[in-house]
């Protein structure tokens, strides 16, 4: 079990600059066709819809294909943390692994996942296959100033949940049925006050849902994701909190199974 925090966990994934969305999701489909947008039943709910190239990017997804699974080197080469560090960090990432195919192995030779702990950079990654876009000299995912002294909910709330975006999963508090129980004016003010948010920044990091046709997800959102943040009651308009994700829950698994399953038929732990 998590140890109870009462912090919320506040992600900001990092994206990629408007003129590489081309070829990020170019990047994307050819890794993984099923990140294709589903421009068939677009066309269908939005009888106007006329795709561009910018707008087919911004909808592309981003997982890793499926019988590939998610394989990836992991390195931290920017500040050489101690063995102990790294090893739990990648423990942590490789908790995926109970039910998917994911694995996470360090290598000091041309990492594809570069882990910063840069102090007040926040905690951060970009989205599954946009790894492939960043140059080989900055890192795709930030722990912001993680020590071995961090509590071990700490690991599971966020090493975990970053691990998810690299794996290609989105915010699930972006889901519009999430979304649509958040009051806008008590979001800009809380995670203004909170987190130094623009509004601007609290309406793209909280109250923009994701367009749901796009989605390879669940039937409906998971309060209890990982990739869930916590949000608080005082902001919702019903006065409950979204109760967020300390730990990949079971529904995490049954999805990251589905997304990536593991090879010759083997079954979910």
Known sequence: MSEPNSEPIVCLPRRLPQDKLVDAARTATEINPVNHPPLERLTRIEHDFRPTRLSLAVTTTKYWGPSRGVHLTVGFPFDDPPTDLRARILFHMNAWAKTANARFVETATDPEVRIARTPGDGHWSYLGTDVRLIPADEPTMNLDSFTMSRPESEYRRVVRHETGHTMGFPHEHMRRELVELIDE?????????????????????????????????????????????????????????????????????????????????SAPA
């Open 185 to 265: 004016d008590k979001a800009i003010e809380y995670f203004g006050r909170t987190q130094g948010w623009t509004p601007e920044e609290v309406r793209a990091q909280v109250l923009t849902p994701l367009e749901e046709s796009s989605l390879l997800g669940t039937p409906h959102a998971d309060p209890n994701s990982v990739m869930c943040y916590q949000i608080p009651g005082e902001i919702t308009k019903n006065g409950k909190p979204i109760v967020g994700g300390l730990d990949i829950d079971q529904t995490d698994y049954n999805f990251a199974s589905l997304v990536y399953p593991k090879l010759f038929g």
